[in-house]
């Protein structure tokens, strides 16, 4: 089962201390914020010396000469002239006009009788009523409009308008007894319709009426004779000459001011662009701040995309175990050099912290026996400290301890103790070596020691047979040889370094599992945690590594 691969963080998680615990882990990443921060930094403080001379080079080009903007002076007299003799030419047209309409004579001859007079004034009175009622029936066509125009003076005489009136009476009488309901019944729907039509009818006569009453108001109507005046075309002429020359001038008044506009926008940009600049401590402080704001909002984004354990609370709520002990910085490192016997424990092996003696405790039964424990953990070297320590402390109790190293092909474990790299389990499970010839011992204390079974090194024609062997039961079989040799066995047995399930032996066992704050990623560990329950073994909790990666 494949492990390496983090868990992308859901949304449904993203709650306010899920927030707060990202950003705590960006400032327990110092390198990767201060590398992004420096680079910003730098670039930023390049940019802000380089910028300046290369925006006043470009601001000389930018800058249009003095010769290009145009003289609007000369426009301005020269329409103020063509202006004044616009006003003198309408001046002189309206002059002109008035005397032509003062010669004008429009005469109309009027030789009618006063009888005739009388029959004009009132055909005009006629044909001015009729097509008020027309008007009327047009804008709303109901039957009081229609009964108004058939009664009309000129339409009384008319037999057929009185055939139509009748008609139109009868239809709303019985349009009448439907009432108020009558507006759905098809009948009620065909007397209106009926209705309609007559009065549509009597329209039709109506307008033929006014029509033939215009046509004998027309011929007593006298026509009008007018006699011929001067001619004012000429000042017209001079009047729109001088119009089109005013025109002319705002033309061109207004493209040089249009002109003259985008040559002073382009020349602000200019000495905006040479104005850029800022003094030495200014552009310090100012990439100083950018650089801390990118390398924190990259690093807060990668924490985000790739989430990482960032305290014991959350170690706990993803992998379902408790966190047995915290492996914290020392408050003070005492002088590990006053005794000979200092010069001889690896440098990797504590001697003075608590936490692993209280890992013990936690972990062992009550007689303080621990036959066997496995540490499990994603990184290799964390991984291999854990494990020393822990030996190194039961080893100090006086009880035999071995030290089981799984990580074949890496050097965790022979860079924490110091030990030789081969031969080594490989050797013994491939059948090159014998276990007891693969031991190693390391001195962890005054008169104290215990063995170390180094991981080796695979050749090549053997990585196969060493993965398999570590997977089937003779790594369990020589588990349990070295259980019946020794009284405690640790077992380092960090993830593969290819994203595979470590080496735990076929009876499982109980495991401690090793997270690091701020570097473990949350899927790695979740993931982890549930493929060694799948495994069957005993997860007896959690230790958290939270300080600095061990320099081996």
Request: glycine share 8%; with cysteine; aromatic share 2%.
């Amino acid at each position: 089962m494949t492990i390496a691969t983090p868990l992308a963080a859901t949304g449904g998680g993203r709650t306010p201390g899920w927030i707060r615990r990202r950003a705590r882990n960006v400032y327990r990443r110092p390198l990767l914020a201060g590398g992004v921060a420096s680079g910003v930094f730098v670039v930023t403080l390049v940019a802000l010396v380089v910028v300046p001379r290369e925006a006043q080079r470009v601001a000389q080009a930018m800058m249009p000469p003095p010769d290009a903007w145009r003289d609007t002076a000369g426009v301005l007299r020269r329409l103020a002239l063509a202006e004044s003799g616009a006003r003198a030419a309408e001046s002189a047209l309206v002059r002109g006009r008035a005397v032509v309409l003062g010669r004008a004579e429009d005469i109309a001859v009027d030789t009618l009788s006063p009888e005739v007079r009388a029959r004009r004034d009132s055909l005009a009175a006629a044909v001015a009523e009729l097509s008020q009622l027309l008007r009327r029936a047009a804008d709303a066509p109901l039957a009081a409009s229609y009964r108004a125009l058939g009664t009309a003076p000129e339409l009384r005489g008319i037999p057929r308008v009185a055939q139509l009136l009748d008609t139109l009476a009868e239809v709303e009488k019985s349009r009448a007894s439907f009432g108020a309901a009558g507006g759905v019944d098809p009948i009620f729907v065909a007397l209106t319709t009926r209705a309609t039509q007559i009065g549509k009818s009597i329209e039709d006569i109506a307008e033929a009426r006014r029509t033939a009453l215009r046509r004998e108001l027309e011929r007593l109507t006298p026509p009008v004779r007018t006699t011929s005046a001067a001619d004012t075309i000429p000042l017209a002429r001079a009047r729109d000459s001088a119009a089109l020359a005013v025109a002319t001038l705002r033309r061109e008044l207004g493209e040089a001011r249009v002109v003259n506009q985008a040559l002073d926008e382009r020349a602000a940009r200019a000495r905006a662009a040479a104005s850029v600049g800022a003094s030495v401590p200014s552009m310090l402080a100012a990439s100083l701040v950018l650089g801390l704001a990118v390398g924190f909002g990259v690093t807060f984004a990668l924490e985000l995309r790739h989430p990482r354990l960032a305290d014991r609370g959350e170690a706990e709520s993803i992998a379902g175990v408790p966190v047995l002990v915290t492996i914290e910085e020392p408050a003070s490192v005492p002088d590990r050099h006053r005794r000979s016997v200092d010069h001889e424990v690896p440098r990797l092996i504590d001697q003075v912290s608590d936490a692993y003696r209280l890992l013990h405790t936690q972990l062992a039964e009550r007689s303080f026996e621990l036959p066997r424990i496995t540490i499990v953990g994603d990184d290799p070297t964390v991984t291999a400290v854990v494990a020393a320590n822990l030996a190194a402390t039961i080893a100090r109790q006086v009880r035999t301890t071995i030290l089981v190293d799984t990580d074949v092909g890496g050097r965790s474990v022979v860079d924490v103790v110091r030990v030789r790299q081969t031969p080594g389990l490989a050797d013994v499970l491939v059948g090159r070596a014998e276990w007891s010839e693969a031991l190693a011992s390391v001195t962890v204390g005054r008169g104290r020691s215990m063995d170390v079974l180094p991981a080796g090194i695979a050749v090549r024609g053997d990585v196969a047979n060493v993965a398999e062997a570590l997977g089937s039961g003779a790594f369990t079989s020589l588990l349990e040889h070295l259980a019946r040799r020794y009284e405690c066995v640790v077992v380092s047995a960090p993830v593969s370094r290819h994203g595979g399930m470590p080496p735990l032996g076929n009876d499982g066992g109980d495991v401690v599992l090793c997270a690091r704050t701020a570097r473990t990623p949350i899927g790695v560990l979740e993931r982890l945690a549930a493929a060694l329950r799948e495994r069957g073994v005993h997860l007896r909790g959690l230790v958290v590594w939270d300080r600095g990666d061990p320099a081996v």
